[in-house]
């Protein structure tokens, strides 16, 4: 739904304690095996915070393609301030042999704070919130450096995702909106999305990509091109149907219960990861109806179901689906009749 290509900048945003480092270490954990290189920069957090991090990575062995920079909230405030620019460093170093990596900046008002606080005893006139008058540049010569090189300077590429705590889900602040005018795109979490259960807890109204497909699978493109849409309206159409659903026709009542299911398919067990054959299996399977007839509280179970159906008697589509990077008519036919097959015989 929220496209990111190699090169680019993504935000990712939210109050505390709304999972925007799961997020990030999430997608950190997804890279192994693969070419990535991934650099975690740690601003302004707890020491115990950063060593279970490294916990976290070590666990699902993807320490061994992560580099981790940390300047803790004991550090002085210089440390913290020049902790992003040496994590960026680093990625600069492996685009310009060529090699793709990507850099967590966790987070960047954290980063804001310490240079404010440098200022401030330098004596810099102080601007809005305190801040100096050149915090924008601070942010954007740290984010502008991530890129994608031309294959002729090697085609290497630093890719960035920046995270921003906001307080009272305030994304009109003066940091927030700093670093939203600088990067592609961002990732809201919201606090009451998380609370209810829905994690990750995207709000699909206020993140945005700035790409769009063109930056995505053509698999995913697909199954995922309405998927944006038909959630952005469900949140709608519930927020409507408060006011009471017995008046609501029944393709008003077909759109929120498919709605429902979609939700609870794209909720996600932390630190697990999934394949893009397994992800496109089941966004077709949801976005066509086939899970329409599933029971609200069935519907992660019948998803589970599925892959290790999906395992266990037809291992050659999801390869397909993997090495293919779309879904061809004949894989499509293939898909259709192993979800019936799947659904004839389901017990979950």
Not at 31 to 56: E, F
Not at 138 to 144: A, D, N, Q, V
Not at 155 to 164: M, N, Q, Y
Request: glycine share 8%.
């Amino acid at each position: 739904m929220i496209p990111i290509g190699r090169g680019q900048r993504e935000l990712i945003i939210g109050d505390r304690f709304t999972g925007k480092s799961a997020i990030s270490i999430d997608t950190i954990i997804a890279q192994k095996g693969g070419d990535l290189i991934c650099i975690y920069v740690a601003i302004g957090q707890k020491t115990s915070k950063v060593a279970q991090v490294v916990a976290t990575l070590e666990k699902h062995g993807a320490m061994e393609h992560t580099i981790v920079v940390a300047a803790d909230a004991s550090a002085p405030a210089s440390l913290q301030y020049l902790a992003p620019y040496s994590g960026c460093a680093i990625g600069e170093e492996f685009m310009e042999q060529g090699k793709d990596a990507l850099i967590v900046y966790d987070d960047l008002y954290k980063h804001a704070w310490a240079y404010r606080q440098i200022s401030l005893l330098l004596r810099r006139p102080p601007g809005r919130e305190a801040y100096p008058g050149d915090i924008f540049y601070l942010h954007s010569r740290l984010l502008e450096r991530a890129a994608r090189l031309a294959p002729e300077y090697g085609g290497g590429s630093l890719t960035a995702l920046p995270i921003i705590e906001t307080q009272a889900g305030d994304m009109s602040a003066y940091i927030p909106t700093n670093v939203i005018s600088i990067t592609d795109g961002q990732i809201y979490l919201e606090p009451d999305l998380f609370n209810a259960g829905i994690r990750p807890a995207v709000n699909v109204g206020l993140s945005v990509s700035r790409v769009g497909g063109s930056a995505q699978r053509k698999a995913m493109r697909q199954v995922a091109g309405k998927l944006r849409l038909d959630l952005a309206q469900f949140r709608e159409l519930q927020s409507f149907a408060q006011f009471g659903a017995a008046d609501l026709d029944k393709a008003t009542r077909d759109q929120l219960e498919r709605g429902r299911r979609i939700t609870e398919v794209l909720k996600q067990p932390q630190y697990c990861p999934m394949s893009l054959g397994k992800q496109v299996m089941i966004l077709y399977a949801v976005t066509n109806g086939y899970l329409d007839d599933v029971l609200l509280d069935k519907v992660i179970a019948g998803e589970e179901s599925l892959h290790r159906f999906m395992e266990a008697n037809h291992p050659e589509l999801e390869q397909k689906i993997n090495d293919d990077k779309e879904i061809k008519p004949e894989t499509e036919e293939a898909l259709k009749a192993a979800i019936q097959e799947f659904k004839e015989g389901a017990t979950y």
